[in-house]
């Protein structure tokens, strides 16, 4: 197994590296292939919602648009990727129901017990410092509020990366996929760092594509 290489902590910030990303991200969202169901069938359908590094924010809007008399608010490390992503609300017409603000998954600028669930997909791997982000994710947290983490996992078999790498749109992202898996966790080290954490009682799972965190404070 190779040692993890770290890929970034600053988000994606160049106007054309976030520009491409939304391209990414959208064509992932036109083939049905945004994770919004799964959170959805983990309990995750009501109520005001925290997403942790909403990129251009398809993952969150797609959750907004299946559930009723929801809200959302985003932490995002990219203000370039903010702007997109209010564009993109704006497209959704959910502007009033989503509010993005740059932040950083360590030190999440909103009050203890603010929010019925929290959200990510895609951003563990960048998190400088996971022990913390996920002390911050309980305190942030109402009691019965839930979590739902996902991610890439660096051990992944080979055939699987080769079949992501010529799927992504546009071409110009697959070096970043490959960054992205190289700095991702495997199973044993994510369960690491989630002991002694107050998450350590999540429900930890991988699939052939990554790995899932889940649980209720």
Same mark, same amino acid.
């Given at each position: 197994?190779?040692?993890?290489?770290?890929?970034?902590?600053?988000?994606?910030?160049?106007?054309?590296?976030?520009?491409?990303?939304?391209?990414?991200?959208? &064509?992932?969202?036109?083939?049905?292939?945004? =994770?919004?169901? %799964? +959170?959805? !069938?983990?309990?995750?359908? *009501? #109520?005001?919602?925290?997403?942790?590094?909403?990129?251009?924010?398809?993952?969150?809007?797609?959750?907004?648009?299946?559930?009723?008399?929801?809200?959302?608010?985003?932490?995002?490390?990219?203000?370039?990727?903010?702007?997109?992503?209010?564009?993109?609300?704006?497209?959704?017409?959910?502007?009033?129901?989503?509010?993005?603000?740059?932040?950083?998954?360590?030190?999440?600028?909103?009050?203890?017990?603010?929010?019925?669930?929290?959200?990510?997909?895609?951003?563990? &791997?960048?998190?400088?410092?996971?022990?913390? =982000?996920?002390? %911050? +994710?309980? !305190?942030?947290?109402?009691? *019965? #509020?839930?979590?739902?983490?996902?991610?890439?996992?660096?051990?992944?078999?080979?055939?699987?990366?080769?079949?992501?790498?010529?799927?992504?749109?546009?071409?110009?992202?697959?070096?970043?996929?490959?960054?992205?898996?190289?700095?991702?966790?495997?199973?044993?080290?994510?369960?690491?760092?989630?002991?002694?954490?107050?998450?350590?009682?999540?429900?930890?799972?991988?699939?052939?594509?990554?790995?899932?965190?889940?649980?209720?404070?």
């Amino acid at each position: 197994m190779r040692e993890r290489i770290k890929e970034t902590d600053q988000g994606i910030q160049g106007e054309a590296d976030v520009r491409n990303f939304d391209r990414m991200q959208r &064509h992932l969202r036109d083939r049905g292939l945004i =994770a919004t169901d %799964e +959170i959805i !069938r983990s309990g995750i359908a *009501g #109520g005001l919602a925290l997403e942790l590094g909403p990129g251009p924010g398809y993952l969150g809007l797609e959750w907004l648009q299946r559930t009723g008399e929801t809200s959302l608010k985003g932490v995002e490390i990219s203000r370039h990727m903010i702007d997109v992503a209010r564009k993109n609300a704006r497209e959704y017409g959910f502007a009033s129901r989503v509010e993005y603000t740059l932040g950083r998954v360590e030190a999440i600028p909103f009050a203890d017990a603010a929010f019925d669930a929290v959200f990510s997909n895609g951003s563990l &791997h960048e998190w400088s410092k996971p022990e913390r =982000a996920f002390h %911050e +994710i309980h !305190r942030i947290l109402k009691p *019965g #509020g839930r979590w739902y983490i996902t991610d890439l996992k660096r051990d992944m078999n080979p055939a699987v990366i080769w079949f992501m790498k010529v799927s992504v749109r546009p071409a110009e992202m697959r070096p970043g996929l490959q960054t992205s898996i190289d700095a991702a966790y495997t199973r044993s080290e994510l369960e690491t760092i989630l002991a002694g954490t107050p998450l350590e009682s999540s429900s930890l799972s991988e699939n052939p594509f990554g790995l899932r965190v889940l649980g209720v404070k």
